[in-house]
């Protein structure tokens, strides 16, 4: 297995090597002790309570992959790619959530502050949420449980 699930340390969004701001997660996916493959995110409510809790969660995690993005942001050089993608692993209360990052290179520079070009569509950043899987339902956790140790097997998405 060449993942390694554990505790995280905050990542620290940065402009001009001043701190923008620092994300916290719950845990994350490591190789080798360093390169983080995924993070993790838990709740003790439920995700769709009401519009304001969902759109304070979706507010969290999309900053939360936005620090890590800036902080440790993938290679733009070698093979050319033009999409990149991470997982962010949501648990609420009894549900959880996969949810995948998709972004550009364009949304690197940008929230690397690189660039200071228009904004295109590329430009942003893709939160696609796959979900939920109840806990208390054992073929949804099977399904969950296929799915991150294929994650945690190849390290990452």
Same mark, same amino acid.
Request: hydrophobic residues 40%; glycine residues 6%.
């Given at each position: 297995m &060449?993942?390694?699930? =554990?505790? +995280?340390?905050? !990542? ?8 923008v701001?620092?994300?916290? %997660?719950? =845990?994350?996916l490591?190789?080798?002790? *360093?390169?983080?493959?995924a993070i993790i995110? %838990?709740?003790?409510f ?10 304070g ?5 999309? $900053? ?5 993005i800036?902080q440790d ?5 070698g093979? +050319?790619?033009? &999409? !990149?993608? &991470?997982?962010? %692993?949501?648990?609420?209360?009894g549900?959880i ?5 998709? !972004?550009s ?13 228009? $904004?295109? *569509?590329?430009?942003f ?7 939920? !899987?109840? %806990? *208390?339902?054992p *073929?949804h956790?099977?399904?969950?449980g296929?799915?991150?140790? $294929? ?7």
């Amino acid at each position: 297995m &060449r993942g390694h699930w =554990g505790l +995280a340390e905050p !990542f620290v969004a940065t402009k001009a090597n001043d701190k923008v701001y620092e994300a916290r %997660v719950d =845990g994350l996916l490591r190789i080798n002790q *360093k390169n983080t493959r995924a993070i993790i995110e %838990v709740k003790p409510f439920i995700r769709n309570a009401s519009p304001e809790t969902l759109d304070g969660i979706r507010m969290q995690e999309t $900053a939360q992959m936005a620090a890590w993005i800036a902080q440790d942001p993938p290679s733009l050089t070698g093979p +050319a790619s033009n &999409r !990149f993608t &991470r997982l962010l %692993v949501s648990q609420d209360h009894g549900e959880i959530y996969l949810i995948i990052a998709s !972004f550009s290179a364009e949304y690197v520079e940008y929230i690397c502050a690189r660039s200071v070009r228009r $904004a295109t *569509k590329d430009s942003f950043l893709e939160m696609n949420e796959y979900g939920p !899987f109840f %806990v *208390k339902d054992p *073929k949804h956790m099977k399904q969950l449980g296929t799915i991150l140790l $294929a994650v945690s097997i190849q390290g990452g998405l």
